[in-house]
């Protein structure tokens, strides 16, 4: 038996069968599923703010900051939250040898 399927443009799906001798066999069919351009077709759109979604919509949910929403989020130095700056951190080599002198054996 041999069995040769492909899709072809235009969401078209094509298959073919054949057994040596006993059976011969094409079979054509359409295979509709929307595509981009029938977004609005679609049954069950997702809603935001009570609306069906549609292009670009503006975000309104009342847990979520105003600054969390703003293109550009605000930085803070080390200091400011309370971390050890990059010239203040420990290096690979004093930070071992803390562990080792804490554990050893």
Request: glycine share 4%.
């Given at each position: 038996?041999?069995?040769?399927?492909?899709?072809?443009?235009?969401?078209n799906f094509s298959c073919n069968v054949q057994q040596t001798d006993t059976l011969e066999s094409n079979v054509s069919e359409q295979i509709n599923?929307?595509?981009?351009?029938?977004?609005?077709?679609?049954?069950?759109?997702?809603?935001?703010?009570?609306e069906v979604i549609k292009g670009n919509m503006i975000e309104i949910d009342p847990t979520v900051p105003s600054w969390a929403k703003e293109q550009?989020?605000?930085?803070?130095?080390?200091?400011?939250?309370?971390?050890?700056d990059s010239e203040s951190a420990l290096s690979y080599a004093e930070i071992d040898e803390l562990f080792n002198s804490i554990f050893k054996e």
């Open positions: 038996m041999e069995i040769k399927a492909s899709f072809t443009d235009n969401n599923h929307p595509s981009e351009s029938d977004y609005e077709k679609l049954q069950n759109l997702p809603t935001l703010n009570g550009t989020k605000p930085r803070y130095t080390a200091n400011e939250v309370g971390a050890v």
